[in-house]
């Protein structure tokens, strides 16, 4: 199964941009790139996906590698309730049930 | 809100008696799928279903069994519990592509 790496925690102040970085060098062509996010004592919640193409929603932008081996979950303006663990996962073919949640990367919001 | 629910919220119990926890979804989803998670492991993927009495097993499903009798209900049973499986379990719903997690049951095995 291709899996994601991920930085184990990072930092940024409130209201500045926030860009989290996931690697995937052995992904396949059918896998999606998902991005959940999990605060405190909650169950993750979703944020973003994409195949190819970059994409934006209320949430976040998701900006892909053009050789699709790396991606970028950009906040635009970091708030004390994203302080939370970030999840990149691989998704086959969009459907598939064995989503494998990695450790993420924990993000700190500095007031 | 995505209309799923856990029950219990937290249990603690002895080694060795049956525990059940329940899922339950107002949102008539096909998938319903349970997790665990653990400090150092992330979420791992215990059971899922595909529809009523249709189950198959995760990455980590022994010493669980699962039941569905109606779309509503997904059951996760531990018929003798061991302290290795002191743990946070989260139910999830597929919604089109998107996953909705419950707020988790937190189960101490003593």
């Known amino acids: 199964d291709a899996k994601t790496t991920q930085p184990n925690s990072m930092e940024s102040n409130e209201e500045e941009p926030v860009h989290l970085p996931c690697n995937h060098s052995?992904?396949?062509?059918?896998?999606?790139i998902h991005w959940y996010r999990q605060l405190p004592s909650q169950g993750p919640e979703y944020v973003i996906h994409g195949l190819t193409s970059n994409v934006n929603n209320r949430m976040a932008s998701l900006a892909i590698a053009e050789d699709r081996k790396s991606s970028t979950l950009i906040l635009h303006r970091a708030t004390l309730r994203d302080a939370a663990v970030y999840y990149c996962?691989?998704?086959?073919?969009?459907?598939?049930?064995?989503?494998?949640f990695g450790g993420g990367t924990r993000l700190m919001v500095k007031p | 809100d995505a209309g799923i629910t856990q029950s219990p919220r937290h249990k603690v119990t002895e080694t060795g008696t049956p525990v059940t926890l329940r899922c339950h979804q107002t949102e008539n989803h096909r998938y319903m799928y349970w997790y665990r998670q653990d400090p150092g492991h992330g979420l791992r993927l215990i059971h899922y279903?595909?529809?009523?009495?249709?189950?198959d097993k995760g990455e980590v499903s022994d010493g669980y069994s699962v039941s569905r009798s109606k779309t509503e209900d997904f059951l996760l049973t531990l018929e003798s519990a061991t302290s290795s499986q002191t743990s946070v379990y989260f139910c999830?719903?597929?919604?089109?592509?998107?996953?909705?997690f419950g707020e988790g049951s937190r189960l101490t095995v003593l």
């Open positions: 279903s595909y529809g009523v009495k249709d189950t």
């Open positions: 996962i691989l998704r086959p073919d969009n459907a598939g049930n064995m989503l494998t």
């Open positions: 052995t992904i396949s062509g059918t896998d999606y």
């Open positions: 999830a719903i597929r919604g089109g592509l998107e996953l909705f």
